[in-house]
Protein backbone atom coordinates (compact mmCIF):
# COMPACT_ATOMS: atom_id res chain seq x y z
CA UNK A 1 0.00 0.00 0.00
CA UNK A 2 2.65 2.44 1.01
CA UNK A 3 4.67 1.71 -2.38
CA UNK A 4 1.36 2.39 -4.02
CA UNK A 5 0.67 5.82 -2.64
CA UNK A 6 4.38 6.63 -3.35
CA UNK A 7 3.98 5.67 -7.13
CA UNK A 8 0.61 7.61 -7.36
CA UNK A 9 2.30 10.81 -5.96
CA UNK A 10 5.20 10.38 -8.23
CA UNK A 11 2.60 10.58 -11.12
CA UNK A 12 0.43 13.15 -9.97
CA UNK A 13 3.79 15.24 -9.22
CA UNK A 14 5.00 14.65 -12.74
CA UNK A 15 2.01 15.92 -14.41
CA UNK A 16 1.91 19.01 -12.05
CA UNK A 17 6.16 19.56 -12.70
CA UNK A 18 5.12 19.51 -16.70
CA UNK A 19 2.76 22.60 -16.75
CA UNK A 20 5.26 25.97 -15.87
CA UNK A 21 4.05 28.89 -16.66
CA UNK A 22 2.37 28.21 -20.08
CA UNK A 23 -0.32 26.54 -17.97
CA UNK A 24 -1.16 29.57 -17.07
CA UNK A 25 -1.37 31.20 -20.29
CA UNK A 26 -5.06 30.74 -20.33
CA UNK A 27 -5.90 32.70 -17.29
CA UNK A 28 -6.88 36.41 -16.41
CA UNK A 29 -7.89 35.99 -13.51
CA UNK A 30 -8.02 34.42 -10.18
CA UNK A 31 -10.25 35.19 -7.11
CA UNK A 32 -9.89 33.66 -3.92
CA UNK A 33 -11.94 34.54 -0.43
CA UNK A 34 -10.56 34.51 3.24
CA UNK A 35 -12.36 32.77 5.49
CA UNK A 36 -11.88 32.29 9.26
CA UNK A 37 -13.81 30.15 11.78
CA UNK A 38 -16.03 30.34 8.32
CA UNK A 39 -16.61 33.57 7.80
CA UNK A 40 -16.05 36.01 5.37
CA UNK A 41 -13.32 38.44 6.45
CA UNK A 42 -11.76 38.83 2.77
CA UNK A 43 -10.14 38.80 -0.60
CA UNK A 44 -6.82 37.43 -2.28
CA UNK A 45 -7.16 38.04 -5.81
CA UNK A 46 -4.35 37.72 -8.66
CA UNK A 47 -4.56 39.40 -11.86
CA UNK A 48 -2.51 37.69 -14.81
CA UNK A 49 -1.26 40.04 -18.08
CA UNK A 50 0.80 38.35 -20.99
CA UNK A 51 2.91 40.06 -23.34
CA UNK A 52 4.87 37.64 -25.68
CA UNK A 53 6.86 35.66 -23.50
CA UNK A 54 6.95 37.81 -20.60
CA UNK A 55 4.00 37.44 -17.51
CA UNK A 56 2.74 39.19 -15.08
CA UNK A 57 1.47 38.55 -11.71
CA UNK A 58 -0.28 41.18 -9.92
CA UNK A 59 -1.77 40.02 -6.74
CA UNK A 60 -3.90 42.18 -4.35
CA UNK A 61 -4.53 40.99 -0.75
CA UNK A 62 -7.08 42.58 2.22
CA UNK A 63 -8.56 40.84 5.37
CA UNK A 64 -9.93 41.63 8.62
CA UNK A 65 -10.51 40.53 11.96
CA UNK A 66 -12.90 41.57 14.27
CA UNK A 67 -13.75 40.87 18.04
CA UNK A 68 -17.06 42.26 19.67
CA UNK A 69 -17.08 45.14 16.73
CA UNK A 70 -13.00 46.20 17.26
CA UNK A 71 -10.70 45.69 14.57
CA UNK A 72 -8.14 42.98 16.28
CA UNK A 73 -6.09 41.86 12.87
CA UNK A 74 -5.88 43.93 9.45
CA UNK A 75 -3.67 43.04 6.49
CA UNK A 76 -3.49 45.33 2.86
CA UNK A 77 -1.12 43.91 0.84
CA UNK A 78 -0.15 44.10 -3.35
CA UNK A 79 2.42 42.48 -5.08
CA UNK A 80 4.02 41.70 -8.71
CA UNK A 81 5.46 38.89 -9.78
CA UNK A 82 6.94 38.99 -13.39
CA UNK A 83 8.24 35.51 -15.73
CA UNK A 84 9.93 35.62 -18.89
CA UNK A 85 8.94 31.89 -20.16
CA UNK A 86 9.11 30.16 -17.13
CA UNK A 87 12.21 32.12 -15.18
CA UNK A 88 10.94 34.50 -12.59
CA UNK A 89 12.68 37.99 -13.23
CA UNK A 90 11.85 39.84 -10.51
CA UNK A 91 8.86 40.04 -7.12
CA UNK A 92 7.80 42.96 -5.35
CA UNK A 93 5.25 43.40 -2.20
CA UNK A 94 4.51 46.09 -0.14
CA UNK A 95 2.26 44.96 2.71
CA UNK A 96 0.59 46.86 5.65
CA UNK A 97 0.08 44.27 8.60
CA UNK A 98 -1.88 45.91 11.91
CA UNK A 99 0.06 49.27 10.86
CA UNK A 100 3.43 47.56 10.18
CA UNK A 101 5.20 48.08 7.42
CA UNK A 102 6.75 44.49 5.81
CA UNK A 103 8.29 44.21 1.88
CA UNK A 104 9.92 41.99 -0.22
CA UNK A 105 11.96 42.96 -3.73
CA UNK A 106 13.34 39.95 -5.14
CA UNK A 107 15.61 40.26 -8.02
CA UNK A 108 17.17 37.72 -10.59
CA UNK A 109 20.44 37.37 -10.86
CA UNK A 110 21.53 35.73 -14.33
CA UNK A 111 24.74 36.12 -13.70
CA UNK A 112 25.40 34.49 -10.78
CA UNK A 113 21.62 32.16 -11.18
CA UNK A 114 20.73 33.44 -7.62
CA UNK A 115 17.84 35.08 -6.18
CA UNK A 116 19.30 38.52 -4.73
CA UNK A 117 16.71 39.20 -1.32
CA UNK A 118 15.72 42.68 0.01
CA UNK A 119 12.68 41.97 2.70
CA UNK A 120 11.65 42.85 6.01
CA UNK A 121 12.61 39.18 7.45
CA UNK A 122 15.45 38.68 5.25
CA UNK A 123 18.69 40.34 3.15
CA UNK A 124 20.74 37.97 1.10
CA UNK A 125 20.88 35.40 -1.49
CA UNK A 126 18.50 32.55 -2.13
CA UNK A 127 18.29 29.31 -5.02
CA UNK A 128 16.42 30.15 -8.25
CA UNK A 129 14.60 27.05 -6.75
CA UNK A 130 12.68 28.50 -4.68
CA UNK A 131 9.18 29.44 -5.49
CA UNK A 132 6.92 32.67 -4.06
CA UNK A 133 4.59 31.60 -1.78
CA UNK A 134 1.32 32.78 -3.33
CA UNK A 135 -1.29 30.50 -3.84
CA UNK A 136 -2.35 31.24 -7.58
CA UNK A 137 0.93 29.16 -8.38
CA UNK A 138 0.94 25.11 -8.40
CA UNK A 139 4.40 25.16 -8.26
CA UNK A 140 4.60 24.84 -4.70
CA UNK A 141 3.96 21.66 -4.87
CA UNK A 142 7.21 20.67 -6.12
CA UNK A 143 9.54 23.01 -4.60
CA UNK A 144 11.67 22.02 -1.54
CA UNK A 145 11.48 26.15 -0.05
CA UNK A 146 9.16 28.95 -1.10
CA UNK A 147 9.68 32.82 -0.17
CA UNK A 148 7.26 34.31 1.79
CA UNK A 149 5.56 36.62 -0.17
CA UNK A 150 5.23 39.33 2.34
CA UNK A 151 8.68 39.36 3.97
CA UNK A 152 11.11 37.52 2.09
CA UNK A 153 11.97 34.79 4.38
CA UNK A 154 13.08 31.55 3.21
CA UNK A 155 11.11 28.12 4.80
CA UNK A 156 12.18 24.57 3.38
CA UNK A 157 9.37 22.47 3.54
CA UNK A 158 8.14 18.96 3.33
CA UNK A 159 5.04 18.50 0.45
CA UNK A 160 3.14 15.34 1.08
CA UNK A 161 0.60 13.81 -1.34
CA UNK A 162 -2.51 12.63 1.15
CA UNK A 163 -5.37 11.64 -1.03
CA UNK A 164 -7.77 12.42 -3.81
CA UNK A 165 -10.98 13.73 -2.43
CA UNK A 166 -14.10 15.60 -3.80
CA UNK A 167 -14.92 19.34 -2.20
CA UNK A 168 -17.72 21.23 -2.61
CA UNK A 169 -17.11 24.88 -2.86
CA UNK A 170 -19.87 27.73 -3.95
CA UNK A 171 -22.98 25.03 -4.43
CA UNK A 172 -20.70 22.64 -6.94
CA UNK A 173 -18.52 19.29 -6.13
CA UNK A 174 -14.52 19.00 -7.58
CA UNK A 175 -12.38 16.56 -7.85
CA UNK A 176 -8.98 17.59 -6.09
CA UNK A 177 -5.56 15.78 -4.82
CA UNK A 178 -5.05 17.22 -1.34
CA UNK A 179 -1.39 17.99 -0.34
CA UNK A 180 0.21 18.72 3.20
CA UNK A 181 2.99 21.01 3.44
CA UNK A 182 4.96 21.58 6.38
CA UNK A 183 8.42 22.98 7.62
CA UNK A 184 11.26 20.93 7.16
CA UNK A 185 12.62 22.82 10.27
CA UNK A 186 10.73 21.54 13.58
CA UNK A 187 12.33 23.93 15.77
CA UNK A 188 10.69 26.83 14.79
CA UNK A 189 8.03 28.73 16.47
CA UNK A 190 4.48 27.38 15.90
CA UNK A 191 4.06 31.28 14.25
CA UNK A 192 6.89 30.77 11.66
CA UNK A 193 5.46 26.85 10.70
CA UNK A 194 4.43 26.15 7.23
CA UNK A 195 1.23 23.85 7.99
CA UNK A 196 -1.18 23.73 5.49
CA UNK A 197 -3.73 21.68 3.58
CA UNK A 198 -3.89 22.44 0.38
CA UNK A 199 -6.73 20.78 -2.38
CA UNK A 200 -5.66 20.90 -6.11
CA UNK A 201 -8.38 20.67 -9.27
CA UNK A 202 -6.99 18.01 -11.10
CA UNK A 203 -8.56 19.32 -14.41
CA UNK A 204 -7.58 23.27 -14.41
CA UNK A 205 -4.38 22.31 -12.30
CA UNK A 206 -5.77 25.17 -10.03
CA UNK A 207 -5.36 25.49 -6.25
CA UNK A 208 -9.03 25.42 -4.96
CA UNK A 209 -8.74 25.58 -1.12
CA UNK A 210 -6.16 26.16 1.12
CA UNK A 211 -6.62 25.37 4.91
CA UNK A 212 -4.76 26.56 8.34
CA UNK A 213 -5.24 26.76 11.96
CA UNK A 214 -3.50 29.79 13.43
CA UNK A 215 -5.50 32.12 16.20
CA UNK A 216 -8.44 30.51 14.52
CA UNK A 217 -9.29 28.03 11.50
CA UNK A 218 -8.31 29.79 8.08
CA UNK A 219 -9.50 29.12 4.66
CA UNK A 220 -8.78 30.23 1.27
CA UNK A 221 -11.60 28.98 -1.56
CA UNK A 222 -11.42 30.13 -5.07
CA UNK A 223 -14.30 31.87 -5.82
CA UNK A 224 -13.56 32.32 -9.36
CA UNK A 225 -11.19 32.16 -12.26
CA UNK A 226 -11.39 33.48 -16.05
Given at each position: ?????VILFFVLYSS???????????????????????????????????????????????????????TIFNVEGYGE??????????????????????????????????????????????????????????????????????????????????????????????????????????????????????????????????????????????????
Amino acid sequence: MKKFIVILFFVLYSSISLAHMAHYNKYNKIEMEIFRNGKLIGYNYYFFTKKGNETIITNEIKFSVKLLGTTIFNVEGYGEEKYIKNQLISYNSKTLQNDKKKFVDVIFDKNNNKFNIKGSSYNGEASIDNVIGNWWNHDLLQSKSQISPVSGSIKEQIITFIAKEKIELYGKTYDVQRFKIKSKKKNLPDNKKLNFDIWLHEKTGLIFKVKYSRMGEWEYRLKNYE
